[in-house]
Structure formats: C-alpha cells, structure tokens
T-cell receptor, first 116, second 113 residues
Framework: ETGVTQTPRHLVMGMTNKKSLKCEQH?????MYWYKQSAKKPLELMFV???????ENNSVPSRFSPECPNSSHLFLHLHTLQPEDSALYLC???????????????FGPGTRLTVL | LAKTTQPISMDSYEGQEVNITCSHN???????ITWYQQFPSQGPRFIIQ???TKVTNEVASLFIPADRKSSTLSLPRVSLSDTAVYYC??????????????FGSGTRLSIRP
C-alpha cells in the first residue's frame, strides 16, 4: 500500500465511449503524475501537476484530458480512444516539484485499460 | 536529455549478489540517479537514489563512479521475491521541468531457486 489509489483497476471501453480514471493520494503531496505503460515499452510520462496546476504535457493527444481539482485528486478523462491506447495507466505523486533531493515518486497500482 | 541504457534481462540464483549497471553518458550536472522496482501489474516502487559515490540503504546499494556516466545497483543476497523489472532513472525536476525525468526500458531480473 503506497498511499496512492487508482480506480478502476481494470477498464474495457469502446472507441466511442467516454470514461475517466481516478487517482487519489493520501500522502499530503503537492505533485501528481500520469504515466502510460504499454507492453514492451518504457514508462511514458504524460502529465504533471504541481499544486493543481499543469506544468507538463508531453505531447499527449487531446483524447486524453487530465484534471486536478485539488492536490489529492487527479483524473484522466478519456474519449474517442484508439486500440493502441490500451495500456497500464499509472498515477504517481511526490512531495513537490522543485525539490532538490529525495523526491521519491509513489505510484498507484494502475488501471489496466483495454480499448476495443 | 539524459538517456539510460540497461541490460534487457538478467538471471541469478537465490542468495547471490546481483549488480545491474545503467549507462547514462549524457547525464547533466544537476541530474540525480534513481532506481525503481516494478512487479507485474503494479506501479514502480522507489529503491534508492544517489548523486555520486556510494549510497546504501536497507534494500540496496548504489555505486556511482566519479564521471557519473554509469551507475550500478547492487542487491545483496537476492531471493525469489526480488524477481522484477528494475528501472534506472536519471533526471532533475528541481526546476519544475518534469519531462527531464525519463524511465528507461528496465532490466528484467529473474531469480531462480
């Protein structure tokens, strides 16, 4: 138990569906991240939020839309996805950005997404 | 951006010491080196972090030579439960530029009885 929870753990959706992934951290952290992990590919950083403000968007298609209503919650809204978007989506948090050292990221268990 | 290179896979036996080396030739002055462990269907878990020389904690040791172009994660006396993927991560998020944090492909470590 890392203090970061994600729901749902598994999601199957069609290409025309709209769904949302939820992440919650109970660690009092100020930075939150979305990663995508496809089979046989490295972890890809998608979005970073610091104090509820988006500070990074790594050229992610607009069919992925993040939302950070407060420092404890992070959402990833999905719409019109493609089969190649099927992957494990991981949420992480860290104490803060701009921290010189010991900025360990705590990961949630991930949401296994399948797009049909 | 500092890219990392690790062996794709390694095998070892219970009770052995395992050393996984990561190359990061373009490491920047401000970059730290971090290692994570990931079990199947779980998120990565922090193992150790260092900047230079040697760092040791209750789980592992991290050796970083003076030129910092590589680093070695050392796992003493591994057990079956150490079977996982190990990621070497080089980055610096001190200036809120988290895209500098890049996970490599990882090393799949398999421990046999």
């Amino acid at each position: 138990e890392t203090g970061v929870t994600q729901t749902p753990r598994h999601l199957v959706m069609g290409m025309t569906n709209k769904k949302s992934l939820k992440c919650e951290q109970h660690l009092g952290h100020n930075a939150m991240y979305w990663y995508k992990q496809s089979a046989k590919k490295p972890l890809e950083l998608m979005f970073v939020y610091s104090l509820e403000e988006r500070v990074e968007n790594n050229s992610v298609p607009s069919r992925f839309s993040p939302e950070c209503p407060n420092s404890s919650h992070l959402f990833l809204h999905l719409h019109t996805l493609q089969p190649e978007d099927s992957a494990l989506y991981l949420c992480a948090s860290s104490q803060e950005l701009g921290r010189e050292f010991d900025n360990e990221q705590f990961f949630g268990p991930g949401t296994r997404l399948t797009v049909l | 951006l500092a890219k990392t290179t690790q062996p794709i896979s390694m095998d070892s036996y219970e009770g052995q010491e395992v050393n996984i080396t990561c190359s990061h030739n373009n490491i920047a002055t401000n970059d730290y080196i971090t290692w994570y462990q990931q079990f199947p269907s779980q998120g990565p878990r922090f193992i150790i972090q260092g900047y230079k020389t040697k760092v040791t904690n209750e789980v592992a040791s991290l050796f970083i030579p003076a030129d910092r172009k590589s680093s070695t994660l050392s796992l003493p006396r591994v057990s079956l439960s150490d079977t996982a993927v190990y990621y070497c991560l080089v980055g610096d998020d001190r200036y809120s530029s988290a895209s500098k944090i890049i996970f490599g492909s990882g090393t799949r470590l398999s421990i046999r009885p």
